[in-house]
């Protein structure tokens, strides 16, 4: 998932490089910036044990 997060916010770089529509680089940006939050939502939230434990 952090992959794939990472290829969009690449691609959002790569639509303001080429100069791209203002509501193309916008609604990358809008659409990653969700995808991050709900992401760090579901990190937050999970019942994942981050403890070192040998």
Do not use: C, K, N, Q
């Amino acid at each position: 998932m952090d992959t794939l997060i990472f290829g969009g916010l690449l691609a959002t770089l790569i639509a303001m490089y080429r100069e791209s529509s203002r509501t193309v680089v916008l609604g990358a940006w809008w659409t990653m910036l969700l995808a991050v939050i709900l992401l760090m939502a579901h990190h937050i939230t999970s019942g994942l044990a981050l403890t070192l434990s040998y």
